[in-house]
């Protein structure tokens, strides 16, 4: 059973630049959530998401970024006009149904702007 | 807003000794889950704690959560260098609409062989 896949793992930008993140959640797993791990801090939540709606997005900054989780396909993060403070490691983690406090992490995608 | 404080922040020991990892909080959670994490990966659980006073048991790992909820501590007997890692907990709001995880500012432990 594969576990939760992020895509690219490594990403850089130029400043403007959009930056698009992937995740696919384990087989099963409807639930997806996004964490933010600065350097020099800890993990940070993000967004939670269902299939097809956005449960809470309380820890997305309010510009620039936004996420969906379509009924087809993967999770996608996207940062439009990305800014150096916005280079980071983002993570996705996806739970199962009726057990959501157990959340599986994904590998990371390491982003950098130049 | 919920904080979870973790000491040490940094430890750096001999392989063979013992080490506990303080997870600490005003707050009361639900549940409280230990992750370690290695460079370039992302955090792995390595346990959940529900109960006020449990205790939980993995190989040398010994998880506690505290009576009232508010803290955790994990336990290393006879540390190997196998155990090195960023250890991070995190604690769990049940029940509600999310089940968004905060995390604690971590532990990086560092066994010498």
């Known amino acids: 059973n594969a576990g939760v896949m992020q895509n690219p793992r490594h990403l850089v930008r130029r400043r403007g630049q959009e930056a698009r993140l992937r995740c696919s959640p384990m087989k099963g797993h409807s639930h997806v959530y996004w964490y933010r791990q600065l350097p020099e801090e800890g993990l940070k939540f993000m967004v939670y998401l269902q299939k097809e709606n956005i449960i809470d997005e309380s820890g997305m900054p309010k510009e620039r970024f936004s996420a969906e989780f379509p009924k087809e396909g993967p999770s996608i993060l996207r940062i439009q006009q990305v800014v150096r403070g916005d280079s980071a490691a983002y993570f996705c983690a996806s739970s199962p149904v009726p057990d959501r406090r157990t959340q599986y992490f994904g590998p990371g995608t390491r982003l950098l702007v130049l | 807003t919920q904080l979870l404080e973790q000491s040490p922040q940094f430890l750096s020991i001999q392989e063979g000794e013992n080490l506990t990892v303080y997870c600490n909080s005003s707050s009361v959670f639900s549940s409280l889950q230990w992750y370690r994490q290695e460079p370039g990966e992302g955090p792995v659980l390595l346990v959940t704690?529900?109960?006020?006073?449990e205790v939980k048991k993995l190989k040398r790992l010994t998880f506690q959560f505290g009576d009232a909820r508010k803290d955790s501590s994990l336990h290393i007997t006879a540390a190997q260098p196998g155990d090195t890692g960023l250890y991070l907990c995190?604690?769990?709001?049940?029940?509600?609409?999310?089940?968004?995880?905060?995390f604690g500012t971590g532990t990086l432990l560092a066994v010498q062989p």
């Open positions: 704690v529900v109960t006020g006073g």
């Open positions: 995190a604690g769990e709001n049940y029940g509600g609409a999310t089940n968004k995880l905060i």
